[in-house]
């Protein structure tokens, strides 16, 4: 058979590219829009209310509920860990590989490419719109980046010019302005110091040499050449040489019609809009004749539905703006992957086939298509199965009608409708509603309300509650899972849990349809590493940088999905493996279980607690060092003969040690003794002083109060004295004044002045004996201890 020709191919691709389902907005297409519209409560279609001014346009949200509570519970099981995908090996030999492999694909998943990212869009496309696609590929493309450097040295300008990426394109030398600076500041300083020298060799002949030396300095520096720096601009082409994921939008998938699966299908495609620059940076050379492309794909109906919730002009795209610039111009590129005979040997293979317009930019046999696709309810002998929101949406139809009759009758319950007779009614009255207004009617019955047929809201909520069952009967989603059910504390433990495993099954078989493609999308990231990379890689993993060479897997691995698959919530989950390390640890002592298995069990329980590196909390028991060898009977003899010598030679240390400890009790008691000796003799002296202190504290005291009685007696007497002077002064005064008396009347008998003399003389008597008392000596009576107690 003859090769076939390009036109041949083209046309073949074309015929294809129409007949695929997703080429024209068929009834896959509508699906997809209308459950894009349920997602976004959009009142659409056959969601849109009656044309009927004021009533109710609320939809029911049950799609995007149901699909929004699912995912995170997705999201723990493939997301919740560093490792999603193990590889398991072949042959003995490759364990170390087989876990190599499996941390660097991990390690491109997550870090190189946006892993959690492209799993969330994964899956809720799935969940959406039927099939979630993923794309993966080599990216090889040549990117050139200007690059400025100012100011660099010679050794910095050869190192830049050894770089195979980098292109110069300008360079200019000048002296380098901080190399400069310094000179200058050199020069200064070795002025000054030459003229301190020059006034120092005035005085000092001998300084003279100093000042030679300071010139030669100063003119070797002028004299000696400028330091130069280089302003260079460059052109820098890097290759991304890696592994690349991301996610393919519904409507740029195309599959043919007949197809079961991707690796069986005749034809395969992905439409995708690329820039002029973008594909001759690919290395694609017949860019420029590119005519007739397909722009009509920018309108695709899918494509407008999502953008629209929010934009607009979602129908108005950049290609359809023309610009001057014609490398930013969008070209609409198809890159089919096609089963035909191209070579003419009657075999078809697979070829990769690049369509833009009327070009056909590559041609090449390939492995197999770079698509990736996943399902939550496959279809037998479909590619398309169904989404969760094909089973949630009949339920948000029927509810969203319910829920607006349920409001339209309360609002028609609350604004009712009235009936007024014609010319009987001031209609302007009845027109304006007001508190307490006045209606004016010309008779009675002129006006009145209508009563409206208000459904019975206890069947309408019966109503909703039998088409939330309708609904998780249909997902197997239910308000429990979700969290969301108020009444939920008042069910009983086991009727909820019975409830929560029921759902619980139905989203694991939705995992384990999701992780069908999870072991599809690491065995082709493994493939394409280990057939494109060309030199060995150094990635940091657990806080350590690991040489990885993916040259060396080329053989391939098995793959395993460590996805948390099983019945149960995490609770029950997490109680299970708490029994089982449980029974482990009881199995270890007979030797019915392994640190191995202990290891495995801790780290399953660690990721159902949310964790997602085992590693930062346990240790493998395989990575611990060796143990030494067991030595041998004879080694065994002459250890336990050493330990014997050693224990007698420990016992005589012992001894020792106790003896020599005795002794030093003994002194130390001695010394104690001697020392409480000591210690009490100073106390009694200390006592004897202390006495002998107070003995002549109160001595001095009793003293000092003798000294203050007799100073107080003295000042008495002084006072008695004086008194008694006074006293004397004036009977000496009343003696003359009677004396005076007695000699005026000396003329009178003798009998009349008795009575006065004898009064007299008692006076003079008296005072006579006081003043002999207070002239006799005192004596001062003291008591047993030596204190003064009185004067007599």
């Known amino acids: 058979m003859a090769r076939m020709s390009e036109d041949t191919l083209r046309s073949i691709t074309d015929q294809q590219m129409r007949q695929a389902v997703g080429y024209y907005s068929g009834k896959l297409s509508a699906q997809r829009q209308k459950a894009m519209r349920y997602y976004l409560g959009e009142?659409?279609?056959d969601l849109a209310p009656p044309e009927v001014e004021g009533r109710s346009s609320v939809v029911s949200p049950d799609v995007r509920n149901t699909i929004e509570s699912m995912l995170p519970q997705l999201m723990v099981k493939f997301a919740g860990s560093e490792q999603v995908v193990s590889f398991e090996p072949q042959k003995p030999g490759d364990e170390a590989k087989a876990e190599q492999a499996t941390d660097y694909i991990n390690y491109l998943f997550h870090q190189r490419n946006d892993g959690e990212g492209i799993t969330y869009r994964w899956m809720k496309d799935a969940l959406l719109s039927k099939r979630g696609i993923i794309k993966v590929w080599w990216d090889d493309r040549h990117e050139e980046k200007r690059e400025d450097y100012r100011?660099?040295?010679?050794?910095?300008?050869?190192?830049?010019?050894?770089?195979?990426?980098?292109?110069?394109?300008?360079q200019a030398a000048r002296p380098d302005e901080e190399d400069q600076e310094q000179r200058d500041e050199a020069i200064k300083t070795l002025t000054m110091q030459l003229m301190q020298a020059s006034e120092a060799a005035q005085m000092d002949p001998q300084a003279a040499q100093a000042v030679e030396q300071i010139q030669a300095q100063i003119a070797q520096i002028q004299q000696a050449p400028p330091v130069m720096v280089y302003d260079v601009t460059c052109k820098r082409s890097t290759k991304c040489g890696q592994v690349r994921v991301d996610n393919v939008p519904p409507e740029e998938f195309l599959i043919s019609r007949q197809a079961k699966t991707i690796d069986t299908a005749v034809f395969v495609a992905h439409r995708v809009a690329r820039t002029i620059s973008d594909l001759k940076s690919m290395g694609y050379k017949n860019v420029d004749l590119i005519s007739g492309d397909d722009q009509a794909t920018s309108l695709n109906a899918e494509r407008i539905e999502r953008l629209a919730y929010d934009d607009e002009m979602a129908y108005i795209q950049s290609d359809m703006i023309s610009t001057s610039d014609e490398s930013q111009r969008l070209?609409?590129?198809?890159?089919?992957?096609?089963?035909?005979?191209?070579?003419?040997?009657g075999i078809s293979e697979l070829r990769?086939?690049?369509?833009?317009?009327?070009?056909?930019?590559?041609?090449?046999?390939v492995d197999c298509a770079p698509f990736v696709s996943i399902t939550p309810i496959p279809m037998p002998h479909k590619f398309f199965g169904l989404s969760v929101a094909d089973l949630a949406m009949d339920a948000q139809r029927i509810k969203t009608t319910i829920l607006r009759g349920m409001l339209d009758s309360q609002n028609l319950a609350v604004n009712g409708r009235y009936f007024a007779v014609d010319g009987q009614v001031n209609l302007d009255d009845l027109l304006v509603s007001r508190p307490g207004g006045i209606v004016r009617v010309k008779q009675p019955g002129a006006v009145g309300r209508l009563e409206p047929l208000v459904g019975d809201s206890a069947l309408g909520m019966g109503m909703m509650e039998s088409m939330q069952g309708f609904l998780e009967d249909s997902t197997g989603w239910t308000r429990y899972n979700s969290g969301t059910d108020g009444d939920s504390l008042n069910s009983t433990a086991t009727g909820v849990n019975v409830l929560t495993n029921r759902a619980d099954m139905r989203l694991d078989l939705i995992a384990r349809n999701f992780a069908e493609g999870f072991r599809d999308l690491f065995r082709m990231m493994l493939k394409l590493t280990s057939q494109y990379t060309d030199k060995e890689q150094v990635i940091r993993l657990r806080g350590e940088w690991v040489n990885m060479d993916p040259r060396e897997w080329r053989n391939g691995f098995d793959v395993s999905i460590n996805v948390g698959l099983g019945t149960g919530n995490k609770d029950q989950q997490i109680g299970h493996l708490n029994a089982l390390l449980g029974l482990q640890q009881q199995g270890l002592q007979i030797g019915i279980t392994t640190p191995e298995n202990i290891y495995q069990a801790s780290c399953e329980l660690i990721k159902a607690m949310g964790f997602k590196s085992p590693d930062k909390f346990v240790s493998d028991p395989a990575k611990a060092p060796p143990q030494p060898p067991k030595p041998s009977p004879e080694e065994i003899a002459a250890q336990m003969a050493i330990q014997l010598k050693q224990m007698d030679l420990q016992a005589d240390a012992q001894k020792f040690q106790a003896q020599t400890q005795l002794k030093q009790t003994e002194i130390q008691l001695q010394s104690e003794a001697k020392l409480r000796e000591q210690q009490a003799s100073l106390e009694v002296q200390a006592a004897n002083d202390q006495r002998d202190a107070e003995r002549e504290q109160l001595r001095a005291q009793m003293d000092a109060e003798l000294k203050a009685q007799e100073a107080q007696m003295k000042a008495a007497m002084d006072a008695q004295r004086l008194e008694f002077d006074r006293y004397k002064a004036q009977l000496d005064a009343e003696t003359k004044v009677l004396v005076a008396q007695i000699s005026a009347q000396s003329s009178l008998p003798a009998e009349p002045m008795a009575q006065p003399n004898d009064a007299l003389a008692a006076a003079m008597a008296g005072f006579t004996q006081a003043l002999s008392e207070m002239r006799a000596p005192r004596t001062i009576v003291r008591g047993p201890d030596g204190r003064a107690e009185g004067i007599v």
């Open 43 to 45: 009142a659409f279609g």
């Open 151 to 170: 100011g660099l040295s010679d050794v910095e300008l050869a190192e830049l010019m050894d770089d195979d990426e980098i292109v110069i394109t300008e």
């Open 331 to 345: 070209v609409w590129l198809t890159e089919c992957y096609i089963r035909c005979d191209f070579d003419g040997d």
């Open 352 to 365: 990769k086939v690049l369509r833009a317009g009327n070009q056909i930019l590559a041609n090449e046999i």
